[in-house]
């Protein structure tokens, strides 16, 4: 797939890892109609699993309400107990094979790769539908590794399995990696702002 038949990339859209989701959800609902969103991924973080039940209820009305699949990172059991899409992996290659043996063809099932190209065309061969690497920017999180333009470029001509960038991103990443990525994952950079909708207009400005 060269370069110029690529269509843009989409918004791949996720969540806080914390929210009150009476609050969360009307901002959430703002931004699915404001913006074109291909996915929703509930990062939540609580480990508590009525709290993540609840969070994936008032979620999924509103994704749903709008055709956006709704996806949850880890919690693989809670997928078809909440009527959820599909699930987004966090170890990299290790458990796509069995969660698709376990979850069926139809379920949406992502990768996070880190900056691994041998990870990322693991999980595509176990199974997985997209894979994801980052940080593509600059963050204080994990051993600052970044995830390079280089990765994407290689991937984007030599896999067709889709690709996600994500991590600490600004819009001057987002014009350098539209050429060679398929989906940009954004939450953390919008959530803080007072307009979540124009904080990712803004962001996504290089894409229009």
Do not use: N, Q, W, Y
């Given at each position: 797939m060269s370069d110029d038949t690529r269509d843009a990339p989409r918004i791949y859209l996720v969540s806080p890892p914390a929210f009150d989701p009476e609050s969360f959800g009307a901002t959430l609902a703002r931004v699915l109609d404001a913006?074109?969103?291909?996915?929703?991924?509930?990062?939540?973080a609580s480990t508590d699993a009525d709290d993540v039940?609840?969070?994936?209820?008032?979620?999924?009305?509103?994704?749903?309400?709008?055709?956006?699949?709704?996806?949850?990172?880890?919690?693989?059991?809670?997928v078809e107990k909440l009527?959820?899409?599909?699930?987004?992996?966090?170890?990299?290659?290790?458990?796509?094979?069995?969660?698709?043996?376990?979850?069926?063809?139809?379920?949406?099932?992502?990768?996070h790769c880190g900056v691994s190209s041998h990870e990322g065309m693991s999980a595509g061969e176990n199974g997985a539908d997209y894979i994801a690497f980052g940080p593509v920017g600059d963050s204080p999180l994990g051993d600052g590794t970044r995830a390079e333009h280089d990765l994407f470029a290689w991937w984007s001509q030599m896999i067709e399995?889709?690709?996600?960038?994500?991590?600490?991103?600004?819009?001057?990443?987002?014009?350098?990696?539209?050429?060679v990525t398929d989906f940009f994952a954004i939450g953390a950079e919008i959530w803080g702002q007072d307009d979540p909708a124009a904080a990712l207009t803004a962001l996504t400005a290089p894409l229009r």
């Open positions: 913006h074109d969103i291909a996915c929703l991924r509930l990062a939540h039940a609840r969070a994936a209820d008032a979620l999924r009305l509103i994704a749903h309400d709008r055709d956006v699949p709704l996806v949850i990172e880890r919690h693989i059991g809670l009527g959820l899409d599909g699930v987004h992996l966090t170890d990299a290659a290790r458990s796509v094979r069995k969660t698709r043996k376990d979850m069926g063809a139809d379920a949406i099932i992502g990768a399995l889709p690709v996600v960038a994500e991590g600490a991103l600004t819009a001057d990443l987002v014009a350098a990696f539209a050429p």
